[in-house]
């Protein structure tokens, strides 16, 4: 999808076809493309070793890195001299179910920040778990805008890339980059499901915990509202719990979606099912999340 980066380029093409038409002096007609090119791909440039990095990572994976959401133009023409462009750019919020949206915020990452062990993280640690990728897009920040703090986000999913927050591997710790590497797949699997699943969630997944409490929504509830004694959160499929002025509650639904999803890449089948297996409610929870994400190609452990 062609994005425009310049929002007076319409009319400047309106006009200068009407001024042509109307005026002797002659102009080189403006001759926009039919050709379908794919401008998700990176060359080489042996002279800079982080160019040479991100193509060595696009010839071995097929997944292009981009650090700018500009990743082409096209020139369509001229007007009176001035080359008229076009501007191919990532859309990374946009979306086919919803449309364009602001819904993140990014700055760009500057050239002294762009790290060979960030592509080396990327390559052996999280494109080895995400789906195929039509191109990922590393950013200095990414946020989503909030009233009082923005909101930090590891990934978003676009629709032609995958934002990415790029850190410094060399100087985390391994727990700070487990669970960072943890993070940014979380998040594009929560996306996916989003955008892919959302009905199914609602049908295989959520309706399992509502099924066990027929008569009041389970879903940030305290234990006493829908136990009759005798029956723990787990009883209800809920693996986390929310902590609000001293009370312990029952996950809303993104919480309880991502504490599974969090779960499933962290634990192998045998693993998790021996950690519940007096708990029906959540082994049904863990395999319908597995079957959603091993249908959207995502590789799962064990």
């Not at 990374?92 to 700055?107: C, D, K």
């Given at each position: 999808?062609i994005?425009?980066?310049?929002?007076?380029?319409?009319?400047?093409?309106?006009?200068?076809?009407?001024?042509?038409?109307?005026?002797?002096?002659?102009?080189a007609?403006?001759?926009p493309s039919?050709?379908?090119?794919?401008?998700?791909v990176?060359?080489?440039?042996?002279?800079?070793?982080?160019?040479h990095?991100?193509?060595?990572?696009?010839?071995?994976?097929?997944i292009?890195?981009?650090?700018n959401?500009?990743?082409a133009?096209?020139?369509?023409g001229?007007?009176?001299?001035?080359p008229?462009?076009?501007?191919i750019t990532?859309?990374?919020?946009?979306s086919?179910?919803t449309?364009?949206?602001?819904?993140?915020?990014?700055t760009?990452?500057?050239?002294?920040?762009?790290?060979?062990?960030?592509l080396?993280?990327?390559?052996?640690?999280?494109?080895?778990v995400?789906?195929?990728?039509?191109?990922?897009?590393?950013?200095?920040?990414?946020y989503?805008?909030?009233?009082?703090?923005p909101?930090?986000?590891?990934?978003?999913?676009?629709?032609?890339?995958?934002a990415?927050?790029?850190?410094?591997?060399d100087?985390m710790s391994?727990?700070?980059?487990?669970?960072?590497?943890?993070?940014?797949?979380?998040?594009?699997?929560?996306?996916k499901l989003?955008?892919?699943k959302?009905?199914?969630?609602?049908t295989?997944?959520?309706?399992?915990s509502?099924?066990?409490?027929?008569y009041?929504?389970?879903f940030?509830?305290?234990?006493?509202?829908?136990?009759?004694?005798?029956?723990?959160?787990?009883?209800?499929?809920?693996?986390?719990?929310?902590?609000?002025?001293?009370?312990?509650?029952?996950?809303?639904?993104?919480?309880?979606?991502?504490?599974?999803?969090?779960?499933v890449?962290?634990?192998t089948?045998?693993?998790?099912n021996?950690?519940?297996?007096?708990?029906?409610?959540v082994?049904?929870?863990?395999?319908v999340?597995?079957?959603?994400?091993?249908?959207?190609?995502?590789?799962?452990p064990?």
């Amino acid at each position: 999808m062609i994005n425009y980066r310049n929002n007076g380029w319409c009319i400047g093409l309106l006009l200068s076809m009407i001024m042509a038409g109307s005026c002797n002096k002659k102009e080189a007609a403006l001759k926009p493309s039919n050709k379908d090119e794919n401008y998700l791909v990176v060359a080489d440039n042996p002279s800079d070793p982080m160019e040479h990095a991100v193509y060595e990572l696009y010839k071995a994976t097929g997944i292009p890195v981009f650090y700018n959401d500009t990743i082409a133009r096209r020139q369509v023409g001229d007007s009176a001299g001035i080359p008229r462009y076009f501007y191919i750019t990532l859309m990374v919020n946009y979306s086919p179910s919803t449309g364009e949206s602001n819904s993140v915020r990014y700055t760009f990452l500057p050239k002294e920040r762009r790290l060979k062990s960030m592509l080396d993280l990327l390559e052996n640690e999280l494109l080895t778990v995400l789906p195929p990728l039509p191109s990922v897009f590393l950013t200095d920040s990414l946020y989503t805008p909030a009233r009082d703090i923005p909101i930090i986000r590891d990934a978003h999913t676009g629709f032609n890339t995958v934002a990415i927050r790029s850190v410094d591997p060399d100087t985390m710790s391994a727990d700070a980059k487990s669970q960072y590497v943890l993070s940014v797949i979380t998040r594009v699997a929560f996306l996916k499901l989003q955008m892919l699943k959302s009905d199914l969630l609602e049908t295989d997944f959520y309706s399992i915990s509502e099924q066990m409490s027929p008569y009041l929504d389970p879903f940030s509830r305290q234990l006493s509202e829908i136990s009759d004694g005798s029956q723990t959160f787990e009883d209800f499929g809920f693996i986390t719990t929310v902590k609000r002025q001293n009370k312990i509650y029952s996950p809303d639904k993104t919480t309880d979606v991502t504490s599974y999803l969090q779960a499933v890449f962290s634990n192998t089948t045998d693993a998790f099912n021996a950690m519940y297996a007096n708990y029906p409610a959540v082994l049904k929870k863990f395999a319908v999340i597995r079957s959603m994400l091993t249908d959207l190609k995502f590789k799962l452990p064990g």
